[in-house]
């Protein structure tokens, strides 16, 4: 037999709960009062009481096979409208005597002392069996509190205005600083008719296409500002105009103004651009675009031999580059003419670089040379005539050295006739010689200065 549903046995029909109204504490005194109230909060705090009931409901019939939540919601619900209208009539006064009592002290708030209130009477509703059980802490429970709650809201038991209008008096009760609700008071009802066009608590529904919230009219400001339907200018400053709860997703896909990295990024280009541009990044970019895919081609070569390597391509097949828009094909098109140009002739300034560095090792050649001799000398000159043969020892070393530095020379020479760059380094080649030249005579001119002055030493 399939089990009977906790929600068979709920009413179909609501019936009339609203409190009944604060009397005037004075006689003679004004008579007709201002009831309207933040209209958004009165909504909100009215959305939390079927919640609530659904709760106390549920913990009040749980363990009883004789009882379940539809059976018993009617009967709550009266009970919870008496609580919360007597606590709410009597929580400023105990508020204020009490030291240390209340939680919601820490807040003033009406939605807060409310919401408190709602907890507290749902606490007192549970039987035996939820205190003393693991119930209040099950997933099960909080699935039943959240069928039973929707159930009570399909099927009408506690309409939405029957709520606000007790909300209205509850707020009246709870609001210590008149914030939230319209405290004016008149003699008559025409004053009151009078008042409730001009007051800035009157209701109004949001303008924006498929918004229905209702707020005060001295909250419009703030649900403008915030309202997901309302119509606002692309954040991108692109020319579209859309709902503010579509901005996110149109920024981040379609916006023409949504910025994307170069299409040449991953060969150098790390420029980030609307990517409505991007061809006009193509084109304004052009030149660098060929300089980063021959950065790829010839990692050796300089910037500025690269740069003019561009230039050729330019001069020579600028038709043929114009219209290639993705990476791949001009990295193709770029690697076949510029094999069509012909090798770039980095080795060149390579080996004059070469020949360079080989003059300054022969420069510290010759330093280091003058300096072996000239300790050698002054060795002598201090030991005597016996130390000749030990100071002429260097002659070998240095004659091998210049060997190998004229080898190197020779080599460099070969190479740099090889790449056709004879002009280029005549005179390096000539000033190598001369240093060569040079060193080869440093050393024999200091070997036979230190043999005259030692054969005028006595033995």
Not at 106 to 114: F, L, N, Q, V
Request: aromatic share 6%; net charge negative.
């Amino acid at each position: 037999m399939m089990e009977e549903s906790p929600f068979t046995d709920l009413p179909q029909n609501d019936v009339e709960l609203t409190p009944d109204k604060v009397k005037d504490e004075k006689e003679g005194g004004p008579t007709f009062h201002c009831d309207l109230c933040d209209a958004e909060l009165v909504y909100t705090i009215a959305q939390a009481f079927l919640p609530g009931l659904s709760t106390a409901c549920v913990d009040n019939t749980t363990g009883d096979v004789f009882k379940s939540p539809g059976s018993v919601a009617a009967e709550i619900r009266k009970e919870m409208v008496e609580y919360l209208t007597q606590r709410s009539e009597t929580f400023v006064a105990e508020s204020v005597v009490l030291d240390a009592g209340l939680e919601v002290q820490a807040s003033d708030h009406p939605y807060d002392i409310i919401a408190f209130l709602i907890d507290e009477f749902a606490t007192t509703k549970r039987n035996l069996f939820s205190r003393v059980s693991e119930w209040l802490l099950s997933d099960k429970r909080e699935d039943k509190i959240d069928d039973f709650s929707q159930e009570m809201e399909i099927n009408g038991f506690w309409s939405i205005d029957k709520r606000e209008a007790i909300v209205q008096t509850l707020l009246k009760n709870v609001d210590l600083k008149n914030e939230f609700h319209c405290d004016m008071k008149f003699y008559s009802a025409d004053e009151l008719a009078q008042h409730v066009p001009t007051c800035k608590y009157r209701s109004m529904t949001c303008q924006n296409e498929g918004c229905y919230a209702k707020y005060s009219i001295s909250q419009m400001g703030n649900h403008d500002s915030v309202c997901l339907y309302k119509m606002i200018p692309c954040e991108q400053n692109c020319s579209a105009s859309l709902m503010r709860r579509d901005m996110d997703r149109h920024c981040i896909t379609v916006c023409p103004m949504k910025l994307v990295n170069c299409p040449f990024y991953s060969v150098g280009c790390k420029s980030a651009i609307p990517q409505s541009k991007i061809e006009e990044h193509r084109s304004s970019d052009f030149h660098s675009h060929l300089l980063y895919i021959l950065q790829g081609i010839h990692k050796e070569a300089s910037v500025e031999v690269l740069r003019k390597r561009v230039e050729q391509l330019l001069q020579k097949y600028s038709s043929k580059l114009a219209n290639i828009r993705d990476l791949r094909s001009l990295t193709y098109k770029v690697k076949d003419l510029d094999a069509k140009l012909g090798p770039l002739k980095v080795c060149a300034t390579n080996e004059v670089d070469v020949a360079t560095k080989t003059a300054g090792k022969l420069q510290i050649l010759e330093a280091s040379d003058t300096n072996k001799v000239t300790e050698k000398g002054a060795e002598t000159r201090v030991v005597g005539f016996e130390a000749k043969p030990q100071s002429l020892e260097v002659t070998p070393t240095n004659k091998d050295s210049i060997e190998a530095a004229k080898a190197e020379i020779k080599d460099s020479e070969a190479k740099l006739q090889s790449l056709g760059v004879k002009s280029l380094n005549k005179v390096s080649q000539e000033g190598l010689k001369t240093k060569a030249t040079d060193v080869e005579a440093k050393p024999q001119s200091l070997e036979n200065t230190i043999t005259n002055k030692d054969s005028g030493v006595a033995p």
